[in-house]
């Protein structure tokens, strides 16, 4: 049977609904502008992978990959990852829309979670620490990568927040 609904429910079904669209719109946009101009960013990747605007540590240079191809097919990893999120968030808002909100709220789990592991662990973990871009006064992506994964992770508390309902048989969360 359907959740009951409550006042309570029904704004967060909105809530999570509006939310899940509005990083399914940024995450299509990011991914959509990286494919259309694609040098742009893709400048940015082999900065930070190269490690030719940090310090220069000797006992850290030996981690940079100057290899364009390497390069680039990290980047290409990574726009097809942004571009799998965006559909998957868009899959989540017409989920929540339809109100099938287990599977919204599972759907919308798996395009946040890629979200914060690619800008979490990828961008934040790998880029900053591992290639040091924390280092590089022009390639230095950390603020806009935690401003994606706090967005993110406040969506995901967001949309697993209890609605309070009370159900007879199957739940539909």
Request: proline share 2%.
């Amino acid at each position: 049977m359907p959740l009951s609904r409550t006042p309570h429910s029904t704004v967060l079904r909105l809530t999570s609904t509006l939310l899940t669209a509005t990083v399914a719109l940024y995450i299509t946009l990011v991914a959509f502008g990286n494919i259309t101009d694609f040098g742009t960013n893709q400048q940015f990747v082999r900065h930070v992978l190269a490690m030719d605007t940090t310090f220069k540590d000797d006992d850290l240079m030996w981690r940079a990959i100057t290899s364009h191809a390497l390069q680039d097919a990290a980047y290409v990893a990574i726009i097809a990852w942004e571009t799998i999120a965006a559909l998957v968030l868009i899959a989540g808002t017409y989920l929540w829309a339809r109100r099938d909100d287990t599977r919204a709220r599972s759907v919308s789990t798996l395009g946040l979670l890629m979200l914060l592991l690619l800008f979490g662990a990828g961008f934040i973990g790998v880029g900053g620490e591992w290639f040091s871009m924390w280092q590089s006064g022009d390639w230095n992506g950390l603020d806009a990568a935690m401003r994606v994964f706090l967005l993110s992770g406040v969506v995901l508390v967001v949309i697993h927040l209890p609605w309070g309902e009370t159900t007879t048989g199957s739940s539909g969360r």
